[in-house]
C-alpha cells in the first residue's frame, strides 16, 4: 500500500509571520496538532502544539506577539506519496515521529500523514510497531 492511498489531503499551510495565538486556536478549532509552515511554495518547517509548550509558552513568550517562525521546527522531514506504507511505518518508527507532510516527486506538499492515518488505512500492523518505537525513551 502506499502513502497517498491513506494520508490526509486537505493540509493547511500557515505562513511563518502568523501569530502562535491563531495557529494555537487553529489547532484547537481543527482538532490538529501540527501545520505546515510555507513561503510562496516552499515548505519551510512545520509547527506543533509541543513547539508551542516547548518554544514559546515554556520560554515567557507571548503568543499574541510571538510569530510561528520564533518556533517552528525548520528541519522538515517529509515522505513522498508514493512509498509504502511499510516504507514510511519504519522511518517514523526510527525518528521518532508521529507525522510527516507527503509531497510529489516534484516536492509539492500533496498531503500529511500521522500514525493514525497509517493505524486506519489498513497498516495497523506498521503504525502499532512504529508507536512502540516512538514512544520508547531515548537516552
Keep these: 500500500m502506499k502513502i497517498k492511498d491513506v494520508m490526509t489531503r486537505e493540509v493547511d499551510v500557515v505562513d511563518p509571520a502568523t501569530m502562535l495565538a491563531e ?5 484547537r478549532d481543527e482538532d490538529i496538532g501540527v501545520l505546515p509552515v ?3 511554495d516552499s515548505l519551510v518547517g512545520v509547527i506543533t502544539d509541543r513547539d508551542i509548550v516547548v518554544r514559546a509558552i515554556a520560554e515567557g513568550k507571548d503568543p499574541t506577539e510571538t510569530a510561528v517562525r520564533e518556533a517552528m521546527s525548520e528541519k522538515v ?4 506519496e508514493d512509498q509504502s506504507t511499510v516504507e514510511i511505518a ?27 492515518d497509517l493505524a ?12 512502540g518505537e516512538i514512544s520508547k525513551p531515548r537516552h
Excluded: H, W
Design 23 to 27: 495557529v494555537s486556536r487553529r489547532m
Design 38 to 40: 510555507g513561503e510562496g
Design 77 to 80: 522531514l517529509y515522505c513522498f
Design 90 to 116: 519504519a522511518n517514523m518508527s526510527e525518528k521518532q515521529i508521529r507525522r510527516l507532510p507527503v509531497v510529489n516527486r516534484d516536492k509539492r506538499l500533496v498531503g500529511i500523514v500521522s500514525l493514525g
Design 120 to 131: 486506519t488505512g489498513g497498516a495497523n500492523r506498521e503504525a502499532g510497531a512504529a508507536l
